[in-house]
């Protein structure tokens, strides 16, 4: 069966510094892999997403990168947080070919910018 | 106009009530719709999938798609405590990597 894995659960760091948030998916091939941010009373917000190792596709232009160096890992970066980028993220994977585009998230991670 | 519409409650009913979340959308390209549920501080997962117009049922889950409306519904029969949690439909035309719409969610309080 599959599994996705997000770290770290819970996050607290100043504003100005790095972000590394990691999602790994075990059980599948070739996934599409995606990154949502949820903040309160805003839904789902898709961030980025990666049909393929080093293939990124961006939604939202921002300070945050995503990087997808190995089939089934996928890394949310930014090299200065800010304020704004506290919320609630997600690591999804989808099958890759499928009609239906149905989604599984990971547990997700919370960072607070302070 | 959003693609997606969800009322985000909270929706408090007693617990044994039957219990129905609803999503509109405008984008007649949807095809294939989903029910996901998300307790506070997890990740969503999903509940039920369907493709077209037409009633799925599963135990005491049942999920409805009326694409003439372009209004899906979610029924819960004998709601119970471990059912509150918010509720988040997503649709898709089938086929894109860039994946699914969601709506905000409708946060669910089922009162024992």
């Known amino acids: 069966s599959q599994t996705i894995h997000q770290w770290p659960a819970t996050l607290v760091q100043p504003v100005g510094s790095p972000l590394s948030l990691e999602c790994t998916v075990e059980g599948t091939s070739n996934p599409n892999l995606y990154w949502y941010r949820q903040a309160a009373g805003r839904g789902l917000q898709l961030l980025f997403y990666s049909v393929g190792i080093g293939q990124i596709s961006s939604e939202v232009p921002q300070n945050l990168s995503a990087s997808r160096p190995q089939d089934r890992q996928f890394i949310l970066s930014s090299k200065k947080l800010l304020l704004s980028d506290s919320g609630f993220y997600l690591c999804?994977?989808?099958?890759?070919?499928?009609?239906?585009?149905?989604?599984?998230f990971g547990p997700g991670t919370r960072l607070t910018v302070l | 106009q959003k693609e997606v519409e969800q009322d985000p409650g909270p929706l408090s009913v007693p617990e044994g009530a039957i219990v129905s979340l609803n999503c509109t959308y405008s984008n007649s390209a949807f095809q294939y719709f989903m029910w996901y549920r998300q307790y506070s501080r997890k990740g969503p997962e999903l509940l039920m999938y369907?493709?077209?117009?037409g009633n799925k049922e599963d135990g005491r889950f049942t999920a409805q798609v009326d694409k003439s409306s372009k209004y899906i519904s979610l029924f819960i029969r004998d709601s119970q405590p471990s059912d509150s949690a918010t509720y988040l439909c997503a649709m898709s035309g089938g086929g894109g990597a860039d994946g699914l719409t969601f709506g905000k969610g409708t946060h669910l309080i089922i009162q024992p």
């Open positions: 369907t493709y077209s117009s």
């Open positions: 999804a994977w989808s099958v890759w070919g499928s009609s239906t585009d149905t989604q599984y």
